[in-house]
């Protein structure tokens, strides 16, 4: 059974940080790409990171946000460092290999103080 777990969310103060897992099973992951993506209300999600042959970031988290992965656990992290209130969002965790697509239910972070 293909299973995507995040978690790590949660309510933290502008310039706080935060670190993200996603935790997958039920596949061979360490043969997917891993993206992170956030979603808010009435906007489309949108891509933070990705993990794969490369690793790329939005250009608003370069800086402030890292992707790792042990495959040996089967995870991937996003710590993320410097929130600010517009980081506000569902993330989500999407592995990607082909037409393969499993996504993770969310985990809200909120950074209100």
């Known amino acids: 059974q293909v299973q995507v777990v995040e978690s790590g969310g949660g309510l933290v103060q502008p310039g706080g940080s935060l670190r993200l897992s996603c935790a997958a099973s039920?596949?061979?992951?360490?043969?997917?790409?891993v993206n992170w993506y956030r979603q808010v209300p009435g906007k489309e999600r949108e891509l933070v990171a990705t993990?794969?042959?490369?690793?790329n970031y939005a250009d608003s988290e370069k800086g402030r946000f890292t992707i790792s992965r042990d495959n040996a656990k089967n995870t991937v992290y996003l710590q993320m460092n410097s929130l600010k209130p517009e980081d506000t969002a569902v993330y989500y965790c999407?592995?990607?290999?082909?037409?393969?697509?499993?996504w993770g239910q969310g985990t809200q972070v909120t950074v209100s103080s």
């Open positions: 993990t794969g042959s490369t690793t």
């Open positions: 999407n592995a990607r290999k082909n037409t393969d697509s499993y």
């Open positions: 039920g596949f061979i992951f360490s043969s997917y790409a």
